[in-house]
């Protein structure tokens, strides 16, 4: 199932993003959900050179015994943790952009990209140090090609699909 969904970005803007629930049978016959947020703005994003570095947050959660995705409450906190993390990452100054998430088989993963990999890192590292959040685990990755992003980004229709 596809849906296109509307959502404000940092500065009140809309915009529109797909979002993308898919389902198969594993081989144990559970029931497997994967749920893709993406923005197909970013697909003519013009500074892709300049914020080459992308930061990969992933945290797991407790899964539905039947779709493998988050409960209600597990959902509500994981976005929870995405607003704060993003808010901590504009308190500090650290220019960014959204840019993809994923859930699927106990993890949330989502993608921001920034100019700066050594601002984000240390960022990052202060807050899972605080402990103010739930675990998380943290890479950066450098990808001026931005094929890091086309891999994430193929999850997810087109128009035609």
Known sequence: M????????IIGHNIEKTMRLEYAIDKNDYLIHQLFLASKSDDRFPHKEEFCHFAKITTSFKKDGKTLLPTREELDELNQF????????KEHKVKN????????????I??????????????????????KLR???????????????????????????
Do not use: C
């Open 110 to 131: 989502f993608y921001f990209v920034t100019n700066d990999a050594k601002t984000i890192a240390e960022t990052t590292a202060q807050l899972k140090k605080s402990n």
């Open 97 to 108: 952009y959204y840019v993809f998430r994923e859930t699927h088989r106990g993890n949330r």
């Open 135 to 161: 675990e998380f685990d943290i890479d950066i990755l450098t990808d001026k090609d931005w094929s890091l992003y086309q891999k994430l980004r193929e999850k997810i229709p087109n128009e035609q699909e």
């Open 82 to 89: 995405e607003m704060v993390f993003e808010s901590y990452l």
């Open 2 to 9: 596809v849906y296109n969904v509307l959502f404000l970005d």
